[in-house]
Nanobody, 122 residues
Framework: VQLQASGGGLVQAGGSLRLSCAHS????????IDWFRQAPGKGREGVSC????????YSADSVKGRFTISSDSAKSTVYLQMDSLKPEDTAVYYCAAERKGCTLNSGWVDHWGQGTQVTVSS
């Protein structure tokens, strides 16, 4: 199982970024795909999740209305469109796979990808 996150960078507050998570080595319908983030000195926070089996999505209250998760099964890729970015969104963002479904709980993650840094300047 491989999860490859990309798309991070430096952006000004109010700007946008799109993260990508390319996945391989498992049947997409068998796993929900999450985005987590971890800011310096803080724990890992669940951000958004998509369940490929029915397309349902879930997001943390802190990003609702600003972040959108989507998937392209033909490209085996899940995206996180991040708009209206705030300095508090600065973190390392990780994609992850959960067999249990969308829990946004790091304790239920079966596979982690490497992180991509997102930095939002004020």
């Amino acid at each position: 199982v491989q999860l490859q996150a990309s798309g991070g960078g430096l952006v000004q507050a109010g700007g946008s970024l799109r993260l990508s998570c390319a996945h391989s080595g498992f049947t997409f319908d068998d796993y929900a795909i999450d985005w987590f983030r971890q800011a310096p000195g803080k724990g890992r926070e669940g951000v958004s999740c998509i369940s490929p089996s029915d397309g349902s999505t879930y997001s943390a209250d802190s990003v609702k209305g600003r972040f959108t998760i989507s998937s392209d099964s033909a490209k085996s890729t899940v995206y996180l469109q991040m708009d209206s970015l705030k300095p508090e969104d600065t973190a390392v963002y990780y994609c992850a796979a959960e067999r249990k479904g969308c829990t946004l709980n790091s304790g239920w993650v079966d596979h982690w990808g490497q992180g991509t840094q997102v930095t939002v300047s004020s």
